[in-house]
């Protein structure tokens, strides 16, 4: 699978982005989504994801009511919309996929992502 992240931008606080995610090379449907961010300095971090049947989506503390995940599987593209940005959303935001025999590993867990994007910046002025 290669994933292919865009969207990314410099914005103010308050402002709204969307991210998206378009995925080729196998069947899209059959694996799980998940975004993840880092920041200069610091670890990466789980913002969230969702399964493969769209049933089921996963978030961060830290964006939790601010950022909304979605797939749709027809274009084999997620999305990550992003409101009420802070400055400490700033980081590069990676797009990740999973097999499905990863299923019952954690969402949040990055080293059960099999395939990466390049990532897209997302820059949160004050």
């Known amino acids: 699978v290669q994933l292919q992240a865009s969207g990314g931008g410099l914005v103010q606080a308050g402002d709204s982005l969307r991210l998206s995610c378009a995925a080729s090379?196998?069947?899209?449907?059959?694996?799980?989504m998940g975004w993840f961010r880092q920041a200069p300095g610091k670890e990466r971090e789980f913002v969230a994801a969702?399964?493969?049947?769209?049933?089921?989506?996963y978030y961060g503390d830290s964006v939790k009511g601010r950022f909304t995940m979605s797939r749709d599987n027809a274009k084999n593209t997620v999305y990550l919309e992003m409101t009420s940005l802070k400055p400490e959303d700033t980081a590069v935001y990676h797009c990740?996929?999973?097999?499905?025999?990863?299923?019952?590993?954690?969402?949040?867990?990055?080293?059960?992502?099999?395939?990466w994007g390049q990532g897209t910046q997302v820059t949160v002025s004050s």
């Open positions: 969702v399964t493969w049947s769209a049933g089921t989506t």
């Open positions: 090379g196998r069947t899209f449907s059959n694996y799980d």
């Open positions: 990740a996929a999973r097999a499905l025999l990863k299923r019952y590993q954690k969402v949040t867990a990055a080293g059960s992502y099999d395939y």
